[in-house]
């Protein structure tokens, strides 16, 4: 039963530090809200000055986020094969093979 009041005592002190703080910080936030028209926040890749590959990645982010993402999702398992496939012929090159290792549990 204590533990349960303890519990209750808790939360109700939560609640209760809770919307005192709100009360304190919403009149910052309802100032700092503003009023009038806004314009609309436009977000744009830069592309002066960079290299041809770069400058086909920046317009297609700037001409279809859809087309970015899935470009992104493909590329991205491609490139950790391509990795992973570099570093397995390093590691192997200097001693280290994974591909025939023993299990130390039993």
């Known amino acids: 039963m204590k533990r349960l009041v303890s519990v209750l005592v808790n939360r109700t002190a939560l609640a209760f530090y809770s919307g005192i703080s709100c009360l304190l910080f919403l009149p910052a936030t309802l100032l700092?809200?503003?009023g009038g028209?806004?314009?609309?926040l436009v977000?744009?890749?830069?592309t002066r000055h960079l290299?041809?590959?770069e400058t086909w990645w920046a317009n297609l982010y700037n001409e279809s986020h859809l087309y970015f993402a899935?470009?992104?999702v493909i590329i991205i398992p491609i490139v950790g094969v391509i990795f992973g496939t570099i570093a397995d012929f390093f590691m192997?090159?200097?001693?280290i093979d994974l591909k025939s290792r023993e299990l130390s549990e039993h």
Do not use: E, H, N, Y
């Open 70 to 72: 899935l470009v992104t």
């Open 51 to 53: 290299p041809a590959f």
């Open 92 to 95: 192997s090159f200097i001693g």
């Open 32 to 34: 700092a809200a503003g």
């Open 43 to 46: 977000i744009v890749a830069d």
């Open 37 to 40: 028209k806004i314009a609309p």
